[in-house]
């Protein structure tokens, strides 16, 4: 009994904690893409970290792939009853994985205008509640930087998602410039979430069941921001902003290696792609990458990745509905950290990442 008063006056919402919890990687998936999603399952060609992830998702008969399917389609309801019962306050929505990504450039298009509308829609329903990241089909960039200008300027949206990789080719290459340009341009952080591996890397993934979140998610998604910073894109683009989940894919542990790896194959002359660049690996983590702790509720981890790329630069995020833990908000809230931290981390961090502006509730008042 008196568990269960804590647990409820723990995760209330409204600020009464001493701060709002604004969760920053959230998954939806409007009905239209999930009916393409399974017209690419049916394909006897379909790639096999899709066949693998959405197959599952989609397919499966059991309660929680069931679950999930449900909840990444509703943005009302069922969604802010869930925000109640684990505490947050404020969701930044985006495009579940791999989002248009996996599409032909025409169905790309239609279902990034589709997903804005959408979660803007539900942006001016529930303005306190929800917030959200534009969608682009990122094989036509010109399109696409259409897409992110109306989506930014006309619906109110506050970055980009890209889910990794697109068909096997990465932000770095030149034909995604105009994209970064215009994200950079506008101010608008990118989101760089993870998918599946691409069929040239998954091999040796799928048949040991490591090519999803357990792992294979981290490593494609982690060298996709080491193939970015590598290539020079963000000397290139230095105002760029990027978000990377999952504690950062596990690249903050490495940091010490890459920029001693790094430095010594420039100094070598041993790769024509090892070139010299105007910050180490490690400095463009403190001045161009946020870090959120999406799946990864861990609190020696966390503290670690405030040591090491800055504490105002780890923020807060749930990965709802695929992980949907109540008592990992608990275990945040009692990380190591002051009031004013813990304001940062939850709060205050992503409002200026984000550039949030969605009303509050006065200080104390209602419930949310
Ligand atoms: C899973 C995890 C799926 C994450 C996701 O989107 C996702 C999963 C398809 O557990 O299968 O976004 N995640 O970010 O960890
Ligand atoms: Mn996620």
Not at 97 to 106: C, E, K
Not at 139 to 144: K, W
Request: a negative charge; charged letters at 25%.
């Amino acid at each position: 009994m008196t568990d269960q008063m804590t647990v409820e006056k723990d995760l209330t919402t409204g600020g009464r904690v001493g701060y709002l919890r604004i969760a920053v990687e959230e998954a939806y998936a409007p009905p239209e893409l999930v009916r393409s999603f399974r017209d690419l399952l049916d394909r006897p060609d379909v790639d096999p970290g899709f066949e693998s992830l959405m197959g599952f998702y989609l397919r499966s008969d059991a309660e929680r792939p069931r679950a999930v399917q449900r909840k990444l389609q509703d943005l009302g309801d069922e969604r802010l009853a869930d925000m109640d019962s684990a505490g947050i306050d404020h969701a930044v929505v985006s495009l579940t994985a791999p989002g248009t990504q996996v599409l032909d450039v025409a169905r790309a298009r239609e279902i990034a205008t589709v997903a804005n509308d959408r979660i803007a829609d539900a942006c001016l329903w529930h303005p306190g509640r929800f917030s959200g990241l534009a969608a682009v089909g990122f094989e036509d960039a010109s399109s696409a930087v259409v897409e992110l200008e109306r989506a930014v300027t006309q619906l109110g949206l506050k970055g980009l998602i890209c889910n990794s990789h697109v068909k096997g080719h990465y932000l770095d290459e030149p034909q995604f410039y105009p994209i970064l340009e215009a994200a950079e341009a506008l101010g608008v952080p990118i989101y760089l979430h993870p998918q599946t591996p691409p069929a040239q890397m998954i091999g040796p993934m799928l048949d040991a069941g490591l090519d999803g979140a357990i792992f294979g998610f981290g490593v494609e998604t982690g060298m996709h921001v080491l193939r970015l910073i590598v290539a020079g894109v963000l000397d290139r683009f230095p105002r760029l902003k990027l978000v990377v989940g999952h504690l950062g894919e596990a690249l903050p542990y490495w940091l010490y290696r890459l920029d001693w790896m790094h430095a010594a194959q420039v100094r070598a002359a041993r790769y024509e792609s090892s070139k010299p660049l105007e910050l180490t690996p490690s400095e463009y983590f403190r001045r161009n990458i946020w870090i959120t702790t999406s799946g990864m509720a861990w609190p020696p981890a966390i503290m670690f990745c405030r040591e090491v790329v800055g504490a105002d630069r780890v923020l807060y995020a749930m990965d709802y509905p695929y992980q949907f833990v109540a008592d990992e908000v608990r275990i945040q809230d009692d990380l190591p950290m002051s009031r004013d931290e813990l304001r940062a981390f939850y709060e205050t961090t992503a409002v200026e990442l984000f550039n949030l502006d969605f009303p509050r509730l006065a200080q104390g008042g209602g419930d949310g």
